[in-house]
């Protein structure tokens, strides 16, 4: 690919930044002032990539979340507060394993920040880059399970379950297990993956809410992942203390941080609200 390939390449997704509703072929064209055809070709290729969309309705091309998602990520690693990373440190030094905090953005969990709290041993030190499993992970099932069930199985059944990642031995590829499983993570107050995102692989994991009412949308999740042979069950419960303390501290500093970053009431998960277009209750995960 040649650099003036690639200089129209971006341009194309430059001329669909912040435009409601997306542009139609032609306008884009006008845009970048390149002929049709090449900008058709363009739009193809960034479609079957991910990169960006079509309306089926209007044949409008806009953005895909795939950049928000990938800048978002970029952002968060280097702007979660002191003190928000202060709590994630204090996390992994009482647990002694391996935490993550992971951002709610539109259908799915990105993780942004980690702290390492393993001394000796072993040590877990998994890709923050890497795509969140949901029904696979402690992060993606402890925020799942906030969800309306069906609006959580279509999220995993969009996706393939995952089948594009290579993921543990344990991990579930059916809805009855994931309804299942959701079911479970409900009733304990939170998620928990044994060997389903990586062979050999415990997490826990919570949710914690934009702030400490507890109608307050879900922003994110706490989680602690570590070695099997490390975390059996018998230290669920005091990894689960951990969790519940250091959500507690999330939350009321939360909102600030918001406010500081100049987020508005969009910012984070969707509510039940936002996805069934009314007022619905749902279960809260909490540690």
Not at 43 to 58: H, K, N
Not at 210 to 234: C, H, K, M, N, W
Not at 244 to 263: D, N, P, T
Not at 273 to 280: M, N, P, Q, S, V
Request: with cysteine; charged share 25%; proline share 3%.
């Amino acid at each position: 690919m040649t650099v003036a390939a690639v200089s129209r390449c971006l341009d194309v997704l430059e001329s669909l930044v912040g435009v409601a509703g997306g542009c139609e072929l032609g306008d884009i064209a006008d845009r970048v002032d390149t002929p049709r055809s090449a900008v058709h070709r363009i739009l193809a290729t960034l479609m079957a990539r991910g990169w960006v969309v079509q309306d089926e309705s209007t044949q409008h091309y806009s953005l895909s979340l795939k950049l928000s998602t990938l800048a978002f990520r970029d952002l968060d690693v280097r702007l979660v507060t002191d003190v928000v990373q202060a709590i994630l440190d204090e996390l992994a030094r009482r647990t002694r394993e391996y935490c993550r905090l992971g951002i709610v953005e539109g259908d799915t969990v990105a993780w942004v920040s980690r702290a390492q709290g393993a001394v000796n041993g072993l040590r877990y030190d998994a890709d923050m880059g890497q795509e969140v499993a949901l029904h696979a992970t402690a992060t993606g099932k402890a925020w799942l399970a906030t969800l309306p069930e069906e609006e959580a199985v279509r999220i995993v059944c969009a996706r393939g379950f995952f089948a594009h990642l290579r993921l543990g031995p344990h991990a579930i590829s059916t809805i009855d297990e994931l309804r299942r499983q959701l079911a479970e993570t409900r009733a304990r107050g939170y998620a928990v993956a044994i060997e389903e995102a990586e062979p050999g692989i415990v997490a826990l994991a919570a949710t914690f809410r934009s702030d400490p009412r507890p109608g307050a949308a879900v922003a994110g999740t706490l989680s602690v992942a570590g070695p099997i042979s490390r975390i059996p069950p018998e230290r669920h419960a005091e990894i689960h203390a951990a969790l519940a303390a250091a959500v507690a501290s999330v939350e009321a500093v939360w909102q600030v941080r918001v406010r500081q970053r100049g987020h508005g009431s969009g910012y984070g998960a969707r509510t039940a609200r936002d996805i069934t277009g009314h007022a619905e209750t749902t279960a809260e995960v909490r540690p």
